[in-house]
């Protein structure tokens, strides 16, 4: 299976192409872009100011001749922000409406602006003198950074795959129960992890400036900072990768400097995974290809966010609405076209219901507008398929612009856009809120407010949404 894992950080962009063959990954190309303002994606919830990046995107796509059709993401991003909690045992479902009630405690950003995942890190059984308690790794990500990454899947019409949380793949190095500290080193910056029993205890992004000497600086001020809060015992070991890692005169230095054990990372315990060059050059890369092991199944990828359509809000799948649009038109089309030409070929005449006989040249006008129409819906029909991908996140948009007390009750799929019928609602205001809510957005024309009374509740309400740029094909 070959794909591209793309390494999103503030300053740059660096993206891998991997060919992974059973628990084995070998990268195959890569580049990394500089200066293309990656966070403008937090800024503007979109990566459609930032046309430079969209650009080396698709030519490095083009370079490897576009035989990955899966994306992964790995975030270094400085507003990637992680906190690790302990509560009470919950059941799953418990824990879920625990965390959307109170998600915002543990976070001083407005949640409004972030997505939240979460991952089981330790569970500590019932015993005679202690409660069942779980530790959770909680992580939070900018919206725009998802919406971002879901923009640029669709541009260059990949697969989405898992999110990868930086600092959590790089403790992959070693043993979780172990103090290590991982200095990956790049062409202009460097970032360094220190973990303590499980957790990260630094993560810290730092420009390669000046000599060796300054370097070590840098990197003597974090371990200093982590034996401070430590009751002076040092960090045991720190492992170096990346650009440096074979610079040995920067490795002597950091040796003489630092009171930890300073060595380049060892890639033995690792080469089931991948070959010794890339995981020194690239380890972030192979360690986000290791197979997780979470409790409960559940580990962090916010793979519910980067979903094109969310699962709880929809009884169908996409591949299930495509196929049984596209068999059921398609299917009808050819079985009524069958019918007209074995009629024609038996009568030059028709005797209509009323028993008065029609001429055949008027209903073959009929019929032939009838088979007309059809036909268009045949082509449109081919048509969503081809835009799969921006029909599906359109669809997701939609979703995300209904109120939550509205339920979805069938949505259509239309060239021109997507007829949506809504149901339930308790209150009619909630109906204004939803027409609101799309009228801003700027995806559709403008919905015409109803006549509807105020408090009132409604069985059914139908929504006739057309996509903007009409007059040609909105979607393209």
Same mark, same amino acid.
């Given at each position: ?5 793309? *390494? ?18 070998? #990268? ?9 303002? @990656? ?16 650009q080396v995107v698709d030519d490095f796509l083009t370079e490897t001749k576009r035989k990955g059709k899966e994306a992964e993401f790995i975030l270094a991003l400085d507003k990637v922000i992680t906190r690790t909690i302990e509560i009470p045992y919950l059941k799953k479902r418990e824990l ?58 669709? *541009? ?60 070590c600086d840098e990197v003597e001020y974090f371990t200093d900072f982590y034996a401070s809060r430590h009751e002076g015992h040092p960090l045991e070991k720190l492992y170096v990768t990346g650009h440096l890692a074979e610079y040995d005169s920067l490795l002597e230095i950091l040796n003489q ?41 559940? &580990? ?5 966010? *980067?979903? !094109? @359509? ?15 649009l596209s068999l059921g038109t398609v299917g009808w089309f050819v079985m009524y076209t069958d019918y007209l030409d074995h009629e024609m070929a038996l009568y030059d005449g028709i005797i209509a219901d009323d028993g008065t006989s029609q001429n055949y040249e008027v209903v073959l006008q ?11 819906? &045949?082509?449109? @029909? ?18 995300? !612009? ?16 997507? #007829? ?8 009619? *205001? ?32 139908? !929504? ?13």
């Amino acid at each position: 299976m070959k794909k591209y894992v793309f *390494t999103l950080k503030d300053d740059q962009l660096h993206i891998a192409f991997v060919k992974k063959n059973g628990k084995k990954s070998k #990268v195959l190309a890569t580049n990394t872009y500089t200066d293309l303002m @990656v966070s403008k994606m937090v800024e503007n919830y979109s990566l459609t100011p930032v046309i430079k990046l969209n650009q080396v995107v698709d030519d490095f796509l083009t370079e490897t001749k576009r035989k990955g059709k899966e994306a992964e993401f790995i975030l270094a991003l400085d507003k990637v922000i992680t906190r690790t909690i302990e509560i009470p045992y919950l059941k799953k479902r418990e824990l879920k409406e625990y965390l959307t009630h109170h998600i915002s405690d543990y976070f001083t950003v407005d949640m409004n602006d972030y997505y939240y995942d979460y991952t089981i890190v330790q569970e500590q059984k019932k015993s005679n003198n202690s409660k069942h308690l779980y530790q959770l790794k909680l992580v939070v990500v900018p919206r725009g950074v998802i919406a971002g990454i879901k923009q640029l899947l669709s *541009t260059m019409h990949l697969k989405m795959g898992r999110i990868s949380i930086y600092p959590d793949i790089m403790q992959n190095l070693r043993k979780k129960d172990e103090a290590f500290g991982v200095l990956d080193t790049g062409d202009q910056r460097s970032i360094l992890n220190i973990y303590d029993k499980g957790s990260t205890f630094i993560y810290a992004s730092f420009e390669n400036q000046g000599s060796h000497e300054e370097f070590c600086d840098e990197v003597e001020y974090f371990t200093d900072f982590y034996a401070s809060r430590h009751e002076g015992h040092p960090l045991e070991k720190l492992y170096v990768t990346g650009h440096l890692a074979e610079y040995d005169s920067l490795l002597e230095i950091l040796n003489q400097r630092l009171t930890s054990r300073v060595e380049k990372v060892d890639p033995l315990p690792l080469k089931r995974y991948g070959n010794a060059e890339d995981i020194i050059a690239y380890p972030g890369v192979i360690l986000s290809q290791i197979p997780i092991k979470a409790i409960r199944g559940k &580990s962090i990828d916010f793979s519910k966010e *980067t979903a !094109l @359509v969310e699962k709880k809000e929809r009884s169908f799948k996409p591949w299930q609405l495509f196929i049984l649009l596209s068999l059921g038109t398609v299917g009808w089309f050819v079985m009524y076209t069958d019918y007209l030409d074995h009629e024609m070929a038996l009568y030059d005449g028709i005797i209509a219901d009323d028993g008065t006989s029609q001429n055949y040249e008027v209903v073959l006008q009929a019929y032939e507008e009838e088979k007309a129409t059809l036909t268009s819906m &045949s082509e449109s @029909v081919d048509y969503i398929s081809s835009q799969e991908i921006a029909y599906l996140t359109r669809l997701d948009q939609v979703l995300g !612009l209904v109120p939550s007390g509205v339920s979805v009750s069938t949505m259509r799929l239309e060239r021109k856009g997507i #007829v949506l019928t809504l149901s339930n609602i308790s209150d009619t *205001t909630l109906l204004i809120d939803t027409l609101i809510a799309f009228n801003q957005s700027g995806l559709y024309e403008p919905l015409a407010f109803e006549q509807v009374a105020l408090n009132d509740a409604l069985d059914l309400f139908v !929504l006739d949404l057309t996509f903007v740029n009409q007059g040609g094909d909105a979607l393209e």
